[in-house]
């Protein structure tokens, strides 16, 4: 009777021990500087963090079914220079609008779907696949761009990421969407209850007649067109795409999603968690710029919350 009461208890401080943690360090911050709490600064909070949390949020739809995508950062690096190529003002090719934007994605949901197609009918490990394909994106991007950033981006492109609707940045605007689409199509579709049988028990999956495969690579396509929404979004806010932009991205998105609840062994995540994850990471570093931590220290600190997330999914995993 302990033993369940003990389970019980456990169980729920690691459903709500996120909530906890960021509210735990939104007040800590909040109280160590007085400049946090800013209308201002929550902006830019948020714009900050909207970035992080698209790419989070495809991760998500990966991470539920037991996979993982090293080549996120790529694939939005690769995606902001296609689409900048085809939105520098005066060029030859310049394109419109939402044949660049077209044309990032579209780049973007390819290399989505070969990682799909590699992991679910080649049978590939997830985390050697896509650092792989990691790997093959970002030599593309350099020879793409000849190493060189693309800049003198057109004012259509540039209102992408520096515009706003209302007083809210375009890009707080496209997470918010994306945010709302992710959970329509997760928690309240057919799909969504399918990416979650696949990852909890894939082989009773399969027996209940779900396309496990199709499955699997339809997560990562979601999982690469997000990305390269993300890639557009964040190239038109740095008005230039660098062929080196985007580095490290998929760590934070991988940190941003476990710390919000997703099983790195797969059926375990929901949206919300994954937001709050993203947010608890955005806020940590803004109250450190702040406070003028070195940048050094701040890579110290991101790499710990990493190792933490880690540890609590393998401690929960061993608890369920």
């Known amino acids: ?11 729920s401080i690691s459903k709500f021990g996120i909530y906890i943690a960021f509210a735990a360090v939104f007040i800590i911050i909040s109280i160590a500087t007085p400049n946090f709490l800013t209308g201002a600064n929550m902006m830019t909070v948020l714009r900050q963090i909207s970035f992080n949390g698209m790419v989070a ?6 991470i539920i079914t037991g996979g993982i995508d090293l080549s996120a950062g790529a694939m939005l690096c690769l995606a902001g220079l296609v689409s900048a190529h085809y939105s520098v003002s005066g060029a030859a090719d310049e394109s419109p ?19 799909g197609l590699l992991i679910a ?24 761009s000849d190493g ?15 515009g ?7 890009p707080v605007v496209i997470f918010i969407v994306l945010i709302v689409l992710s959970v329509i199509v997760l928690h309240y579709s057919k799909f969504g209850r399918h990416v979650y049988a696949v990852g909890g028990n894939n082989r009773a999956a399969v027996a209940a007649g779900i396309n496990a495969d199709r499955v ?30 985007a580095d490290g991205y998929e760590l934070d998105a991988i940190a941003a999603a476990v710390i919000g609840g997703c099983s790195l062994s797969g059926g375990r995540g929901n949206v919300l968690g994954t937001i709050i994850g993203a947010l ?11 406070l003028n931590v070195s940048s050094y220290y701040q890579q110290i600190v991101k790499g710990c919350i990493i190792v933490i997330a880690v540890f609590l999914d393998r401690k929960n995993n061993s608890e369920v």
Do not use: E, H, W
Not at 57 to 62: E, H, R, V
Not at 148 to 162: C, F, H, V
Not at 219 to 239: D, E, H, M, P
């Open 1 to 11: 009777m302990n033993n369940s009461l003990s389970k019980k208890n456990t169980l």
């Open 57 to 62: 949020l495809g991760m998500t739809f990966i």
């Open 97 to 115: 609008i939402l044949l660049a934007i077209l044309a990032g994605v579209g780049v973007a949901a390819l290399f989505g779907l070969i990682n």
């Open 121 to 144: 009918k080649g049978k590939l490990p997830a985390f050697i696949v896509t650092m792989g394909i990691m790997t093959i994106i970002r030599g593309i991007s350099l020879v793409y």
């Open 148 to 162: 060189r950033p693309i800049t003198n981006l057109n004012d259509s492109y540039k209102a992408i990421g520096q």
């Open 164 to 170: 706003f609707v209302g007083v809210i940045p375009t």
């Open 216 to 245: 699997r690579i339809l997560a990562y396509v979601i999982g690469g067109v997000i990305c390269g929404i993300a890639g557009v979004a964040l190239t038109s806010r740095l008005n230039a795409a660098s062929p080196q932009a």
């Open 280 to 290: 608890l990471i955005g806020v940590i570093g803004n109250g450190l710029d702040i």
